[in-house]
């Protein structure tokens, strides 16, 4: 069974961190763009950071970059959360994508296995 499971989500204060995790089962990161988005309430679903197949490539949204890392090892995609700001409150997504070329996408369409989701508050 293809499927995404992300863990790590929770509340923290503001200029905190946290660890996202997206384990991945029933198929092989070594074809497959993995992907981080989010959807705060109201809003449209956004690219967070994406990184390709090899773990070579990677792309950060703007409005996160300098605080946010995306990585890999064999089986899990992380994304590093630091400083975070009340602004990131949202629930966050991965998402995987089958494809042997070109670079990672922040397009949510693009992507095809979901996982359920996990709630990021930043609050005081």
């Known amino acids: 069974q293809l499927q995404l499971v992300e863990s790590g989500g929770g509340l923290v204060q503001p200029g905190g961190s946290l660890r996202l995790s997206c384990a991945a089962s029933?198929?092989?990161?070594?074809?497959?763009?993995i992907g981080w988005f989010r959807q705060a309430p109201g809003k449209e679903r956004e690219g967070v950071s994406c990184i390709g197949r090899t773990g070579g490539t990677t792309s950060v949204a703007e409005s996160v970059k300098g605080r946010f890392t995306i990585s890999r090892d064999k089986n899990t995609t992380y994304l590093q959360m630091n400083s975070l700001r009340p602004e990131d409150t949202a629930v966050y997504y991965c998402?995987?994508?089958?494809?042997?070329?070109?670079?990672?996408?922040?397009?949510?369409?693009?992507?095809?296995?979901w996982g359920q989701g996990t709630q990021v508050t930043v609050s005081s």
């Open positions: 998402a995987a994508r089958p494809i042997l070329f070109g670079l990672c996408s922040l397009d949510p369409p693009k992507y095809t296995l």
């Open positions: 029933g198929f092989s990161l070594d074809v497959t763009h």
